[in-house]
């Protein structure tokens, strides 16, 4: 039995398709539906060219209880076991946390608990990290909690900073990571959950490979 993964994203969603791209009979798990909040998420063409049911969840102006409320609704409905956050831009609502205690992950581009938190998205991670002079970023794979970013970690790999780098540059190298590293990370805690134990975090290592 596969586990029913429902990926939550707001943006263009190239980590959505390398983790539809990574699914196969092997896997314990299978996306079977992309929440979002936004109709013209780039992310919706991907679930509609794969296949996958589409819940659009707009916040708008409505009171956070209506939203958790009808995001448990679409997640009951569609069996729901695990939850994806893949640029999902809001903040999960905190019934639906609840619900899923250790059974929602984030992916953030950069190595949490540095360059996370509220209004750390996008190119301002990547411009933040260049500003502290770091010499070195990454990908992180988190739990997701009540908070932005803080929930505990389950993978991580870096990636260097090189010399006349820009956010997009960096950007780049970051998210060509992100999309060998959730996936993997997303086996590791589902063969785990499979066999009736809780997730523990994956050993972080650094290759030579990807210090090039
Ligand atoms: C990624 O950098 C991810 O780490 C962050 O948002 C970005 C989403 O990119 N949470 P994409 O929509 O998956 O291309």
């Known amino acids: 039995m596969k586990l029913r993964t429902a990926v939550f994203a707001s943006g263009g969603g190239s980590n959505f398709q390398a983790l539809l791209d990574h699914q196969g009979p092997s896997r314990s798990w299978e996306i079977v539906l992309l929440v979002t909040d936004r109709p013209d998420a780039g992310a919706t063409l991907r679930a509609h060219a794969a296949g996958v049911a589409v819940a659009i969840v707009s916040p708008g102006s409505r009171e956070p209880a209506e939203i958790a409320r009808e995001m448990l609704d679409v997640l009951d409905r569609h069996g729901v076991e695990l939850v994806l956050l893949a640029g999902y831009l809001k903040l999960v609502p905190r019934a639906v946390v609840e619900r899923y205690r250790q059974r929602i992950l984030n992916i953030h581009p950069a190595l949490l608990p540095k360059f996370g938190g509220k209004g750390m998205y996008g190119l301002r991670v990547h411009q933040a990290v260049l500003e502290a002079g770091e010499a070195e970023s990454g990908a992180t794979v988190h739990w997701v909690d009540e908070e932005y970013d803080r929930g505990r970690v389950i993978a991580q790999r870096r990636v260097p900073v090189r010399e006349g780098d820009t956010p997009e540059t960096l950007a780049a190298r970051v998210l060509a990571v992100e ?30 490979e990807e210090m090039k």
């Open 179 to 208: 999309h060998e590293l959730y996936p993997a990370a997303v086996d590791h805690v589902t063969e785990a959950i499979a066999a009736g134990e809780e997730p523990t975090p994956m050993t972080l290592h650094t290759t030579t």
